[in-house]
C-alpha cells in the first residue's frame, strides 16, 4: 500500500468516475486502475463493486474512506511543512471569517500578520457564519472565524472558543417595536425580518427564519443596513452595531430573546499542527472580545 495507490481510490470514490479522477490526477486510466487493483490486492478485499463502466464503493471501501483522505491530507501537510522548512516556498494559509468583528479591526490584524509573519501569505475570505464549518471541512480554507451556530460534534473538525460575543435582537430607533415595553413572538412575526443565511446542506435550525417576511443576507453587515433602511429587525454582533446604538439609530428589542450570548470560534481540521500566525490571531481576537 502507498500514498499514490491511495490518491487513486480517494479521487476516484470522489468523484465517482475513472475518466473524472484521471483527469484530475492527470494520469492515463489504465494506470489508475492499476493502481486500485494493486491496492486491493495488498488488502485482500475489493474496495469498489463494479457493473460495467459503474462503480460503487464495496463496505470495505466505505469503512476506509475516510481514514483514506486523514492519511492524504497529512501527507500533504508533511509535504508543505518540509519544503517550507528547506526553503522551496513561503507557507499560504486561506482564512474564512464572518463579519460580526468590524472590517477596520481585521484590517488591522491582516496588516500586522503580514508585517509579524513575512513568510506566510494570507488570504481571507468573507463567509456567511453558517458556511464557516462546512468550508474547514470540505478544506476550502484551512481556518475560519465566526460566530459559532453549529453545535456540532464533528470529529473532523476542532471548535475552540476564543469568547462569548452578545447577539441583540434590534430594529431602527423609529420602528414600530422599538417603541413597545414588551415584544411578543405574534409582534416579531408581523414585521420584515433581516436574517443570516448559509449554503452548506445541513440544517441549522439557529438560522432558520422567525417572521413570516425575510430578506437573507450572507453578511452581518448587509443585514444590519437592510435593518436600518427598510424597516426590518434582525439578530446582530454588538461588536458590529455599538456605535449605532450608541448613537441612537438602533435599538434592542424589547423581547425574551432580544439579548443572547453566543461563541465566537476558530474552526480548524482535527490533528492540523499549531499555525503560529493563526495562534497569534486567535489571542488578538480573545483580548478584543474580552472588551465588550
Known amino acids: 500500500m502507498n500514498l499514490s495507490q491511495l490518491e487513486a481510490f480517494y479521487t476516484v470514490a470522489s468523484t465517482g468516475s475513472v475518466s473524472e479522477a484521471a483527469r484530475q490526477l492527470e494520469c492515463n486510466r489504465t494506470k489508475l486502475s492499476m493502481a486500485i487493483k494493486a491496492l486491493e490486492a495488498d488488502l485482500g478485499t475489493l474496495l469498489f463493486e463494479r457493473a460495467g463502466n459503474h462503480l460503487e464503493l464495496s463496505e470495505a471501501g466505505k469503512a476506509i474512506l475516510k481514514d483514506s483522505e486523514n492519511m492524504l491530507a497529512t501527507a500533504a501537510r508533511i509535504r508543505q511543512t518540509c519544503a517550507q522548512a528547506n526553503g522551496e516556498f513561503s507557507a499560504e494559509l486561506w482564512v474564512a471569517r464572518d463579519d460580526a468583528i468590524p472590517d477596520d479591526i481585521w484590517q488591522e490584524w491582516a496588516h500586522t500578520l503580514n508585517n509579524q509573519f513575512p513568510a506566510t501569505s494570507f488570504n481571507f475570505v468573507l463567509a456567511s457564519s453558517g458556511d464557516l464549518a462546512s468550508l474547514v471541512e470540505s478544506q476550502q480554507v484551512d481556518f475560519a472565524f465566526g460566530v459559532d451556530y453549529e453545535r456540532s460534534d464533528d470529529p473532523k473538525l476542532v471548535f475552540q472558543p476564543l469568547g462569548k460575543i452578545r447577539m441583540m435582537s434590534v430594529c431602527s430607533s423609529d420602528h414600530p417595536l422599538a417603541q413597545l415595553r414588551r415584544v411578543s413572538d405574534e409582534k416579531l412575526r408581523q414585521y420584515m425580518q433581516a436574517l443570516m443565511v448559509y449554503l452548506n446542506e445541513k440544517k441549522n435550525p439557529a438560522l432558520e427564519p422567525f417572521a413570516l417576511k425575510h430578506l437573507g443576507f450572507t453578511s452581518f453587515e448587509f443585514m444590519r443596513n437592510t435593518i436600518i433602511q427598510e424597516n426590518a429587525w434582525g439578530v446582530l454582533p454588538e461588536p458590529l452595531i455599538r456605535t449605532k446604538l450608541r448613537e441612537q439609530e ?18 480548524f481540521p482535527a490533528g492540523m499542527a499549531e499555525e503560529p500566525g493563526m495562534s497569534w490571531l486567535a489571542d488578538q481576537i480573545s483580548d478584543y472580545l474580552f472588551t465588550f
Do not use: N, R
Not at 250 to 267: A, N, P, W
Open 250 to 267: 438602533l435599538s434592542v428589542i424589547k423581547h425574551t430573546y432580544g439579548l443572547t450570548q453566543e461563541d465566537f470560534c476558530m474552526f
